[in-house]
């Protein structure tokens, strides 16, 4: 079994900052790209942000300059930082990861519940 446990959300007023956290347990051989997703009422999901295994970073047009994703490799922990939140960012915000549980297995995908972050005015 492998959960990913997303932390951080809340709400906030534009402007502001959060910081979403999201840890990895289970039966844990290797993590290549740890990622965030968000689902916005009424929209399709969008992949904010990547990070992959050697730590280069990939971001939304949307977010790029406010949002910064980071990883703990030894914690199997990947974090989101968002400052200058504005109300658009309002979503659920999801944790992904590409998580090998064996030496010999391949790397399936793995999502978080979701934490929510409200913007507010």
């Known amino acids: 079994q ?14 502001g900052s959060l910081r979403l956290s999201c840890a990895a347990s289970g ?3 290797s993590i290549n790209a740890m990622g965030w997703y968000r ?7 969008e992949l904010v942000a990547r990070i992959s ?11 790029t300059g406010r ?4 990883r703990d490799n030894a914690k199997n922990t990947v974090y989101l930082q968002m400052n200058s939140l504005k109300l ?8 992904h990861a590409d998580i090998a549980r064996y030496y010999s297995g ?5 999502i978080g519940q979701g ?7």
């Open 115 to 121: 934490t929510q972050v409200t913007v507010s005015s």
């Open 67 to 70: 949002f910064t994703i980071s």
């Open 27 to 29: 039966t844990i051989f």
């Open 53 to 63: 295994s050697g730590g280069s970073t990939k971001y939304v047009a949307s977010v």
């Open 39 to 45: 689902q916005a009422p009424g929209k399709q999901r």
């Open 88 to 95: 658009e960012d309002t979503a659920v915000y999801y944790c």
């Open 106 to 110: 391949s790397y399936l995908s793995y």
């Open 2 to 15: 492998v959960q990913l446990v997303e932390s951080g959300g809340g709400l906030v007023q534009a402007g």
